[in-house]
């Protein structure tokens, strides 16, 4: 079995950004919208002159922002994948795309509709987040969702042919069951945290856990 690809989001000090930089991750996201995990690019800017991070793509995550707002984001930092979080249009993920010229990820909450929604998306959009529906929050909430449906998100995505990350509540305690659905992306973000911070030990035992799957699964 293959990996899936990994990205490890709201990166928010340069101290996570050091302990994520040296994970096996493929990507790793930072949170420019509000949230406990908000950085400012400039800071950013900043840490990534003392992170090697050239082995990973950088993930911005919006939640409705206007175009001016990413942009000043974009200016800043050599941002790879544009990540809507929130409730944006195809129109506007169309115009992000088009103004950037970058990988737009959208992320879709988990509901009854949310594969009529991948189909309505896949013409903007170059990828899929699928998190958790969790009321008045958009993202980073830690909860999982059922993830039965994750077959059927997976072949939707192959279907269109676009990536897909599986989000929401994934910790080193669960993403092996996970990881037995197969997607082709996990994306983490509170389950390698602790007192607010990233947590080197989580995150040992994640990578551990993705690496034992892998091996037995082979
Ligand atoms: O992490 C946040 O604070 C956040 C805020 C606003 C929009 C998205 C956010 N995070 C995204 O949510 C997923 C799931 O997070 P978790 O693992 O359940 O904590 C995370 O990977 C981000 O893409």
Redesign the pocket.
Known sequence: MSKPLI?L??NRSLEDLKLTGKSKADYL?L?F?E???TVEALDVKEWLKEVETEDKQLVA?F?NARLNEIEQVMNELPIDVI?C?GSETVKEIAEIKHHFKREVWK?LPHYEGTLTDMKLYAEAADGF?I?SKVKEA??????TFDWSKVPSYIQAAEEINKTLFI????TPGNIEQLLGLHPPGI?????IEQNGKKDEALLTRLEERVNHHVSVSR
Do not use: E, M, N, P
């Open positions: 990205k989001c709201g996201g949170i919208a949230s406990k995990r995550i939640v990540q979080h992320a987040v998190d958009f993202g980073g909430t830690g909860q989000a929401g509540g994934i994306d983490i973000s509170s389950g």
